[in-house]
C-alpha cells in the first residue's frame, strides 16, 4: 500500500528563483549543481569580457553614420578601476557640433553583449518614435560610463542625450541594456538629473517597442520641462 | 601637522600629513587609486609603512586624520577613549604595538588582547594592521575575544555562526519560507536570519518581521530574524508594535558618510532603545546590528580628511567601526567584495580587506563577521571566495552570510551557500552557535558526529519543517 503526498519542495521552488534544494555531495554542491553555477558566472564574465564589435554593430544598424569614440580608460581593466576615466573622452577626441536635437550612444559599459544584442533593435524601435526630434549621427563608445554621454552630447552640441548602455551582469541576465536619458548634457552632470529606462532584453526584460516608447515620453516631457531626472515622471509607463 | 621622513636608497622621502602617511603606508588597492591617496611604488608605499612603525600609538590621540572640530565620528572616538584600558600600550609604537600583539597571540593571552578594546583608537588599529601581513592578522584575530549575545550567543571559540539571507525580488512570503527552510536544514541562521526588504517600506518591513517572527517562534529556533530597513522604518516598525529583534543600520566612517546613509548618532541610540525596551533577548542584551564597506565614504563623497586630503578607505572602514561598536551590536559585518572592482579590484585584494576588517573590528570590540561576496565585474570568482572564507573561519571570525546556492536573486551578488559554511564548520572543526547546535539536535537535524545530516526531502524532520511552511 502506499499513499502519494505531494513534495512539499515543488510548491516551494515553485516561489523563488533562488536556488533551494540543489541537494549535497558531503558538504558540497553536486556536481550537475556546481556546473551550472559556474556557466551562469561564466556567461556573466563574458559579457563585461566581451570587445565590442564595431564592425558587426554597424552591419546590424544598417545604413547611416556612424562614429566611434573611446573614453579615457585605456583597457578594461582600467575601465574597471577608474569609474572616472569612463566619463571622460579620450585626449584629442573630435566630434562634429551638428546642433541636431538628440544625440545617441550606443556605450559598451559593464555588457558589450548587450549592445550586441540589443542596441541595433533599440534603435530602430526608437528612430520611428522620434519625429519632430534631429537626431546627430550614433556614436559607438569603447570603455564607456554613462556619464561619458555628458562629454558626447556637449561636443555634438545636441539638446538632449540618449544612452544606450550594458548593464552590470547578473548570474541570469548577462544581456541586460539600459537607456539613460539627459537634457542638456555637459560634464558635471550627476545621476540625479538623468531618467533611466532599465533591462531591456526581449523576451525575457523589457521589449524594444515598450522600452522605445517610454524613452520617447521621456523625451517629449524632457523638452517640455526644460529638464531630465527627478523632476521628470514617465507619465506614458503608468497604467491607464 | 608635522612632516614625517625616511630615506629611501639614498635619497628622502616625506609625508607632509598623518593623512597621506597612512594612505600610503596601506597595501595596494583600487579604491585608494581611485580617491588619489594610494603611494605612487611599492617602494614609497614600504617607506611609508617605515614611518608608522616609528610612530608612537599615542600619536592618534594628539593628531586627527578628520578633524574633531566638524565630524561627530572623531568626536565619539576621542570623547569615549578609555585612558585605563589604553595604558598597557601606551607607551608603545605602532611597530612595537604589532609585536606585542602577535606575542600576546602567540602565548593565547586572549584576555590581554581583548581587554584594550576600548584604549584603541580605530586609526590605531588601521595603522597597525598596515604593518601587518594576512597571517598576522589572523593569528591575532583568533584571539581578539568577542562574545555577544540575544537567543543565541555569538563569538565563543570554535564556533562559526551564519547569517541565513533569505532574500527575494518581490519579498514573496512564500520565496523568502522556501530560502529560510533551505538554510535551516542546511544548519544556517544561528547568527541572524537578515532579509534585505525589496522595498523600503514600515508596510513591507512589517509583514516581512512578522514572517520571520512565525518561523522562529513555530520551531522555537534560538535566533533571532531583521529585517535590514533603514533604521527610520524600523523605528516606525516599532511604533508599529511590531516584532524587532535587531535594529540595523549601515554606518560610514565619517559624518557625511553617515548622512549619505541618511542616519545620526541621535536616530541610532533611540532605535536601540527601543529594540532594548521590547526584551526579546534570552541570553544577552545587544539589540543592533551593522554593516559597513571598504569604499562606503568614497563612493558617498565624503571621504576627505584633515587639509581636504583623501583618507585611505581602509582608515575610514575602521571608523565606522567606532559608530558601531558605540551602541553594542550583537553582530557587525563587513561585506568585503559588494561595492565593485574600482574599489576592491580582485580576489587578492578582496581577500586582504576581508582580513583586515576582521582583524580590525575584533581588536576594537566587534562581533566581526564578514559576507564573502563577489561581484561579476570584479576578478573574483568562487576560488577566491572559498580561501577567504577558510581564513576567515581560521581567523575566528564571528559569523558569514550565507545564501541559497551563492546567488542573491534579489540584490544581484554571489555571496557564500549554505554548503560553505557547513564546508568551513568541517574542515576547521567549528560548530555552529551552542543554543542554536542543540536546537539542530533537537529537530533531529544533527548526526552523531555533529556533522548537520543530509536530509532526503522526505525525512520526518524536513518534512516537518516544510508541511507547516506550505500549510
Not at chain 2, 93 to 115: H, K, Y
Not at chain 2, 155 to 175: E, I
Amino acid at each position: 500500500m502506499s499513499t502519494v503526498e505531494p513534495d512539499p519542495w515543488a510548491v516551494l521552488r515553485g516561489a523563488t528563483r533562488a536556488r533551494v534544494a540543489l541537494g549535497r555531495a558531503g558538504d558540497g554542491l553536486p556536481t550537475t549543481r556546481e556546473l551550472e553555477f559556474r556557466l551562469a558566472h561564466a556567461v556573466a564574465r563574458d559579457a563585461v569580457h566581451t570587445a565590442l564589435d564595431p564592425a558587426a554593430v554597424r552591419a546590424a544598424l544598417g545604413d547611416g553614420d556612424v562614429v566611434e569614440v573611446r573614453s579615457a580608460a585605456a583597457d578594461r581593466a582600467e575601465y574597471l578601476q577608474r569609474p572616472d576615466l569612463g566619463r571622460r573622452l579620450a585626449e584629442g577626441t573630435e566630434l562634429p557640433a551638428t546642433g541636431d536635437d538628440l544625440g545617441i550612444v550606443l556605450a559598451d559599459g559593464l555588457s558589450p553583449r548587450a549592445v550586441h544584442d540589443h542596441a541595433p533593435g533599440l534603435v530602430a524601435a526608437l528612430r520611428e518614435r522620434l519625429d519632430g526630434w534631429s537626431v546627430a549621427p550614433l556614436v559607438l563608445a569603447h570603455q564607456a560610463r554613462v556619464g561619458l554621454g555628458d562629454a558626447i552630447g556637449a561636443a555634438l552640441g545636441v539638446r538632449a542625450v540618449v544612452v544606450l548602455i550594458g548593464e552590470r551582469p547578473g548570474l541570469s541576465s548577462a544581456d541586460s541594456l539600459g537607456a539613460y536619458l539627459t537634457w542638456e548634457p555637459r560634464p558635471g552632470r550627476v545621476d540625479a538629473e538623468r531618467n533611466c529606462v532599465s533591462n531591456v532584453r526581449p523576451p525575457h526584460g523589457l521589449g524594444y517597442d515598450q522600452a522605445a516608447r517610454t524613452v520617447a515620453s521621456l523625451l517629449a516631457g524632457a523638452r517640455e520641462l526644460g529638464a531630465s531626472g527627478v523632476a521628470l515622471k514617465d507619465e506614458a509607463a503608468l497604467p491607464g | 601637522m608635522t612632516i614625517r621622513r625616511t630615506t629611501l636608497g639614498g635619497h628622502t622621502v616625506e609625508f607632509p600629513s598623518l593623512v597621506e602617511l597612512m594612505a600610503k603606508a596601506t597595501p595596494a588597492r583600487s579604491g585608494d587609486v581611485l580617491a588619489g591617496c594610494a603611494a605612487e611604488s611599492a617602494a614609497e608605499r614600504v617607506a611609508a609603512q617605515t614611518v608608522l612603525a616609528d610612530l608612537p600609538l599615542a600619536t592618534f590621540l594628539e593628531e586627527q586624520v578628520v578633524g574633531y572640530e566638524e565630524d561627530d565620528v572623531t568626536r565619539l572616538i576621542l570623547d569615549t577613549h578609555d585612558a585605563a584600558a589604553f595604558a598597557p600600550v601606551a607607551s608603545l609604537t605602532v611597530g612595537e604595538f604589532r609585536d606585542r600583539l602577535l606575542a600576546w597571540a602567540a602565548e593565547g593571552d586572549e584576555p590581554a588582547i581583548s581587554a584594550l578594546a576600548p584604549g584603541l583608537t580605530p586609526e590605531m588599529v588601521a595603522a597597525t594592521s598596515k604593518l601587518m601581513r594576512n597571517a598576522d592578522l589572523i593569528a591575532v584575530g583568533r584571539r581578539a575575544r568577542v562574545v555577544t549575545g540575544l537567543r543565541s550567543t555569538i563569538g565563543l571559540p570554535g564556533r562559526l555562526a551564519s547569517r541565513l539571507q533569505p532574500n527575494h525580488p518581490t519579498d514573496d512570503p512564500l520565496g523568502v519560507t522556501a530560502s529560510v527552510l533551505d538554510g535551516l536544514l542546511h544548519g544556517s541562521g544561528d547568527a541572524v536570519i537578515g532579509i534585505n526588504p525589496a522595498t523600503d517600506s514600515p508596510a513591507q518591513t512589517i509583514a516581512l518581521l512578522e514572517l520571520l517572527d512565525a518561523v522562529i517562534s513555530r520551531y522555537g529556533i534560538p535566533t533571532q530574524s531583521c529585517v535590514l530597513a533603514h533604521v527610520t522604518t524600523t523605528l516606525r516598525a516599532l511604533e508599529k508594535g511590531a516584532p524587532v529583534d535587531l535594529v540595523f543600520q549601515s554606518v560610514g566612517g565619517t559624518q557625511g558618510a553617515n548622512r549619505g546613509f541618511g542616519v545620526t548618532l541621535d536616530l541610532l541610540a533611540e532605535a536601540r532603545a527601543g529594540a532594548l525596551e521590547l526584551g526579546r533577548g534570552t541570553v544577552g542584551r545587544n539589540v543592533t546590528y551593522f554593516e559597513t564597506g571598504q569604499g562606503s565614504a568614497l563612493s558617498a563623497g565624503a571621504h576627505l580628511g584633515v587639509g581636504g586630503r583623501p583618507v585611505d578607505q581602509q582608515t575610514l572602514e575602521c571608523r565606522a567601526y567606532a559608530v558601531a561598536r558605540h551602541f553594542e551590536p550583537l553582530l557587525v559585518n563587513t561585506v568585503v567584495g559588494f561595492i565593485g572592482p574600482e574599489y576592491l579590484y580582485d580576489g587578492k585584494q578582496v581577500a586582504r580587506a576581508g582580513l583586515e576588517d576582521h582583524f580590525c573590528g575584533k581588536l576594537l570590540g566587534l562581533p566581526m563577521g564578514v559576507d564573502v561576496c563577489y561581484t561579476n565585474h570584479a576578478e573574483v570568482d568562487a576560488d577566491d571566495t572559498d580561501a577567504l572564507m577558510l581564513l576567515l573561519g581560521a581567523a575566528g571570525c564571528s559569523f558569514v552570510i550565507a545564501v541559497p546556492g551563492s546567488d542573491d536573486v534579489m540584490l544581484h551578488y554571489q555571496s557564500l551557500s549554505f554548503s560553505d559554511v557547513l564546508t568551513t564548520r568541517q574542515v576547521l572543526g567549528l560548530r555552529p552557535a551552542p543554543e542554536f547546535e542543540a536546537w539542530l539536535a533537537r529537530m533531529d537535524l544533527l548526526g552523531d558526529d555533529g556533522r548537520v545530516r543530509e536530509l532526503a526531502p522526505d525525512a520526518p524532520a524536513a518534512r516537518a519543517l516544510l508541511a507547516a511552511a506550505t500549510s
